[in-house]
């Protein structure tokens, strides 16, 4: 951990070229999320994934991925991450399932995750749902010029650790730019005030990962599908935010997540000529 990881700063320009990845993700994760119903296979929504990107004139960033055979993770119930879409797989009500999206375009990424109820779920799902969601936007709220890389680790945890959830602690948010996984490695829990200074030009997939029960994870035989140990359901939520002069601007969020910080009080850092964008 001495070893000081180069994090790639971006220009005003990289981050713009950024913003139309993140655009293609944001679009591609709402057609997902309105196709996700009982009887639909993680294959079908693969399908739509695939040619949501492609027809924008993008690149799945995951497809051939270190072998990776899809366009997205969709990852059902007690799944956290990196499962395969299949086309036996088919979702039924009182599924939970996470998707997680990236794309590329003129070379820069945009990441992204979502988790969408299958139907009628469980209260104490959605539940979760809501908590990895807001969790998400608290520790997005913490990518603040001047601050310190862990105080997003600390805000995502500040909200989870009180309701209960467990916090994967394996896997995390990460640097994002010219590829899809870059340093620093961003985790969801820890002490505010350590790591890298947050400088404008620092982009960063920000990706809570809770549970009902434990937060122990193993990876299946497929050596991708990360499942809980203890069989609890879990939930992951995910976006890439820039850190702007004028606070954090989520580059994979329609609408550069203006009316979620306004919701916490937070300034957003959208570019205000930009709002059509
Ligand atoms: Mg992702
Ligand atoms: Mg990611």
């Known amino acids: 951990m001495a070893r000081r990881e180069h994090v790639q700063i971006k220009t005003d320009g990289e981050i713009a070229k ?43 960033s995951f497809k051939g991925y270190q072998g990776f055979p899809a366009t ?25 399932i996470s998707i997680d999206c990236g794309a590329i375009v003129n070379g820069w990424h945009g990441d992204a995750a979502i988790t969408v109820p299958v139907g009628a779920v469980a ?5 979760m749902t ?40 394996h896997y995390g948010g990460h640097g994002i730019g010219t590829e899809m996984h870059q340093p620093p490695h961003v985790l969801n829990h820890g002490r505010p005030g350590r790591g890298i200074r947050l400088v404008e030009g620092v982009a960063l997939a920000i990706e809570p990962m809770i549970t009902l029960g434990r937060p122990d994870t193993a990876v299946l ?28 601007w989520v580059l994979t969020e329609l609408d550069g997540g203006v009316a979620k910080f306004a919701e916490l009080g937070v300034a957003c850092g959208q570019p205000a000529q930009s709002s059509a964008a």
């Open 130 to 169: 809501e908590a990895c969601e807001q969790a998400l936007w608290r520790g997005l709220a913490a990518a603040q010029l001047g601050g310190k890389l862990t105080d997003i680790s600390a805000a995502v945890e500040r909200y989870v650790h009180p309701l209960g959830y467990g916090i994967v602690d």
């Open 221 to 248: 035989d497929d050596d991708w599908t990360v499942v809980t140990t203890d069989g609890s359901f879990a939930a992951h939520t995910e976006h890439t935010v820039a850190v702007t002069s004028r606070g954090p």
């Open 123 to 127: 209260q104490n799902l959605l539940e």
């Open 72 to 96: 997205i993770c969709t990852s059902v119930n007690n799944e956290v991450v990196h499962a395969i879409p299949q086309r036996k797989r088919v979702l039924r009500e009182g599924d939970l």
């Open 18 to 60: 950024m913003r139309v990845a993140g655009l293609v993700v944001a679009r591609t994760l709402a057609k997902l999320r309105a196709a996700v119903e009982p009887g639909v296979s993680t294959a079908d929504l693969d399908a739509v994934a695939e040619k949501a990107i492609r027809d924008e004139g993008a690149i799945p």
